[in-house]
Protein backbone atom coordinates (compact mmCIF):
# COMPACT_ATOMS: atom_id res chain seq x y z
CA UNK A 1 0.00 0.00 0.00
CA UNK A 2 2.94 2.52 1.20
CA UNK A 3 4.21 1.67 -2.28
CA UNK A 4 1.55 2.35 -4.29
CA UNK A 5 1.31 5.71 -3.03
CA UNK A 6 4.64 6.26 -2.94
CA UNK A 7 4.49 5.19 -6.62
CA UNK A 8 1.51 7.47 -7.25
CA UNK A 9 3.36 10.47 -5.73
CA UNK A 10 6.07 9.92 -8.07
CA UNK A 11 4.13 9.68 -10.92
CA UNK A 12 2.13 12.67 -9.95
CA UNK A 13 5.50 14.42 -9.65
CA UNK A 14 6.75 13.53 -13.01
CA UNK A 15 3.38 14.80 -14.86
CA UNK A 16 3.40 18.11 -12.72
CA UNK A 17 7.26 18.79 -14.04
CA UNK A 18 6.10 17.35 -17.94
CA UNK A 19 3.15 19.83 -17.64
CA UNK A 20 5.12 22.70 -16.39
CA UNK A 21 7.88 22.19 -18.90
CA UNK A 22 5.58 21.74 -21.67
CA UNK A 23 4.29 25.26 -20.55
CA UNK A 24 7.71 26.79 -20.41
CA UNK A 25 8.22 25.40 -23.87
CA UNK A 26 4.72 26.56 -25.55
CA UNK A 27 6.20 29.96 -24.00
CA UNK A 28 4.42 30.11 -20.70
CA UNK A 29 6.40 31.19 -17.96
CA UNK A 30 5.71 31.65 -14.52
CA UNK A 31 8.55 33.36 -13.49
CA UNK A 32 6.62 36.46 -12.85
CA UNK A 33 5.13 35.14 -9.99
CA UNK A 34 6.77 35.29 -6.54
CA UNK A 35 9.06 32.56 -5.98
CA UNK A 36 8.00 29.34 -3.76
CA UNK A 37 10.15 27.93 -1.40
CA UNK A 38 11.26 25.09 -3.27
CA UNK A 39 12.96 27.65 -5.36
CA UNK A 40 14.15 30.21 -3.01
CA UNK A 41 15.38 27.06 -1.01
CA UNK A 42 17.87 26.05 -4.18
CA UNK A 43 18.57 30.00 -4.75
CA UNK A 44 19.64 29.70 -1.33
CA UNK A 45 21.96 27.22 -1.35
CA UNK A 46 23.79 27.92 -4.93
CA UNK A 47 23.55 27.09 -8.16
CA UNK A 48 25.56 23.70 -6.99
CA UNK A 49 23.97 22.80 -3.67
CA UNK A 50 26.04 21.05 -1.53
CA UNK A 51 24.75 17.05 -0.89
CA UNK A 52 24.88 17.22 2.60
CA UNK A 53 23.52 20.39 3.60
CA UNK A 54 20.32 19.85 1.42
CA UNK A 55 20.35 16.53 3.02
CA UNK A 56 20.57 18.31 6.96
CA UNK A 57 17.75 20.56 5.85
CA UNK A 58 15.30 17.97 4.10
CA UNK A 59 15.89 15.79 6.83
CA UNK A 60 14.98 18.60 9.45
CA UNK A 61 11.95 18.77 11.51
CA UNK A 62 11.27 22.56 12.60
CA UNK A 63 8.70 24.69 13.15
CA UNK A 64 8.33 27.86 11.40
CA UNK A 65 9.63 30.36 13.44
CA UNK A 66 12.70 27.55 13.80
CA UNK A 67 13.00 27.64 10.10
CA UNK A 68 12.80 31.43 9.78
CA UNK A 69 15.43 31.31 12.50
CA UNK A 70 17.68 28.98 10.35
CA UNK A 71 17.61 30.79 6.95
CA UNK A 72 17.72 33.73 8.72
CA UNK A 73 20.89 33.37 10.28
CA UNK A 74 22.04 32.43 6.76
CA UNK A 75 22.55 36.32 5.83
CA UNK A 76 21.18 36.22 3.13
CA UNK A 77 19.17 38.88 0.50
CA UNK A 78 15.39 37.55 0.98
CA UNK A 79 12.80 39.96 1.47
CA UNK A 80 10.73 39.52 4.21
CA UNK A 81 8.21 37.78 1.89
CA UNK A 82 10.50 35.54 0.58
CA UNK A 83 11.79 34.63 4.30
CA UNK A 84 8.25 33.57 4.93
CA UNK A 85 7.90 31.83 1.86
CA UNK A 86 10.53 29.78 2.41
CA UNK A 87 10.13 29.34 6.36
CA UNK A 88 6.59 27.88 5.57
CA UNK A 89 7.87 25.57 2.93
CA UNK A 90 10.00 23.74 5.24
CA UNK A 91 7.50 23.61 7.95
CA UNK A 92 5.58 21.91 5.51
CA UNK A 93 7.37 19.76 3.36
CA UNK A 94 10.58 18.80 6.10
CA UNK A 95 11.32 15.99 6.57
CA UNK A 96 11.18 14.41 3.76
CA UNK A 97 10.29 10.75 3.45
CA UNK A 98 13.42 8.50 3.44
CA UNK A 99 12.39 7.33 -0.03
CA UNK A 100 13.20 10.85 -1.32
CA UNK A 101 16.19 11.68 0.43
CA UNK A 102 17.78 8.19 -1.16
CA UNK A 103 17.90 9.94 -4.10
CA UNK A 104 21.53 10.56 -5.60
CA UNK A 105 19.62 14.21 -6.81
CA UNK A 106 17.82 15.28 -3.82
CA UNK A 107 17.27 19.01 -5.23
CA UNK A 108 14.98 17.34 -8.03
CA UNK A 109 13.36 15.23 -5.80
CA UNK A 110 12.02 18.52 -3.39
CA UNK A 111 8.49 18.44 -3.18
CA UNK A 112 6.87 21.04 -5.67
CA UNK A 113 6.24 24.77 -3.67
CA UNK A 114 3.57 26.67 -3.83
CA UNK A 115 3.73 28.75 -6.79
CA UNK A 116 4.17 25.45 -9.18
CA UNK A 117 1.29 23.90 -7.20
CA UNK A 118 -0.68 27.05 -8.43
CA UNK A 119 0.33 26.70 -11.98
CA UNK A 120 -0.20 23.30 -12.66
CA UNK A 121 -2.93 23.10 -10.75
CA UNK A 122 -5.10 25.63 -11.48
CA UNK A 123 -4.44 27.20 -14.63
CA UNK A 124 -5.76 24.11 -16.65
CA UNK A 125 -8.99 24.65 -15.39
CA UNK A 126 -9.93 28.48 -15.24
CA UNK A 127 -7.88 31.73 -15.60
CA UNK A 128 -4.88 31.78 -12.99
CA UNK A 129 -5.49 35.56 -12.79
CA UNK A 130 -8.82 35.27 -11.86
CA UNK A 131 -9.09 32.54 -9.65
CA UNK A 132 -5.61 32.71 -7.70
CA UNK A 133 -3.25 35.95 -8.74
CA UNK A 134 -5.67 38.73 -7.83
CA UNK A 135 -7.18 36.66 -4.74
CA UNK A 136 -6.57 37.92 -1.21
CA UNK A 137 -7.18 35.52 1.27
CA UNK A 138 -5.63 33.79 4.76
CA UNK A 139 -4.09 30.86 5.45
CA UNK A 140 -7.73 29.49 6.06
CA UNK A 141 -9.41 30.54 3.28
CA UNK A 142 -6.82 29.19 0.82
CA UNK A 143 -7.76 26.28 2.54
CA UNK A 144 -11.10 26.36 2.39
CA UNK A 145 -11.01 26.76 -1.83
CA UNK A 146 -10.32 22.96 -1.47
CA UNK A 147 -13.70 22.08 -0.28
CA UNK A 148 -16.03 22.93 -3.13
CA UNK A 149 -16.93 19.93 -5.05
CA UNK A 150 -15.02 20.73 -8.12
CA UNK A 151 -11.74 21.10 -5.86
CA UNK A 152 -11.80 18.40 -3.62
CA UNK A 153 -11.39 16.55 -6.90
CA UNK A 154 -7.81 18.15 -7.49
CA UNK A 155 -5.03 15.31 -7.30
CA UNK A 156 -3.16 17.47 -4.25
CA UNK A 157 -2.28 15.87 -1.18
CA UNK A 158 -3.14 17.40 2.13
CA UNK A 159 0.58 18.20 2.12
CA UNK A 160 0.24 19.82 -1.19
CA UNK A 161 -3.03 21.87 -0.73
CA UNK A 162 -0.71 22.81 2.87
CA UNK A 163 1.81 24.33 1.00
CA UNK A 164 -0.48 26.07 -1.84
CA UNK A 165 -2.30 27.81 1.14
CA UNK A 166 0.50 29.17 2.79
CA UNK A 167 2.17 29.86 -0.34
CA UNK A 168 -1.05 31.68 -1.67
CA UNK A 169 -1.62 33.69 1.60
CA UNK A 170 1.65 34.87 2.10
CA UNK A 171 2.13 36.12 -1.80
CA UNK A 172 -1.44 37.20 -3.20
CA UNK A 173 -3.06 39.04 -4.35
CA UNK A 174 -0.67 40.53 -7.36
CA UNK A 175 -0.69 44.07 -8.91
CA UNK A 176 -2.32 43.77 -12.35
CA UNK A 177 1.00 45.46 -13.79
CA UNK A 178 3.02 42.62 -13.05
CA UNK A 179 1.11 40.25 -14.77
CA UNK A 180 1.62 39.39 -18.38
CA UNK A 181 -1.04 41.16 -20.39
CA UNK A 182 -2.08 37.44 -21.93
CA UNK A 183 -2.90 35.96 -18.63
CA UNK A 184 -4.70 38.59 -17.28
CA UNK A 185 -8.11 36.92 -18.12
Not at 172 to 183: A, C, N, S, W
Amino acid sequence: MKRAAGARRRLLVVCAIAVFTFAQAAGEDNAFMPKGGRALLLELLGAAPDAAELRAIAQARRTEPEWRDFVAARKNALSERELATLAAYLEVNMPMPDSALKSDKLASALPQDGRDLAWVGCQPCHSLFASHLTQRRNVQGWRNIFLSPFHRELKMSPQEREEFARYSALNMPMKIEDVPQDLRF
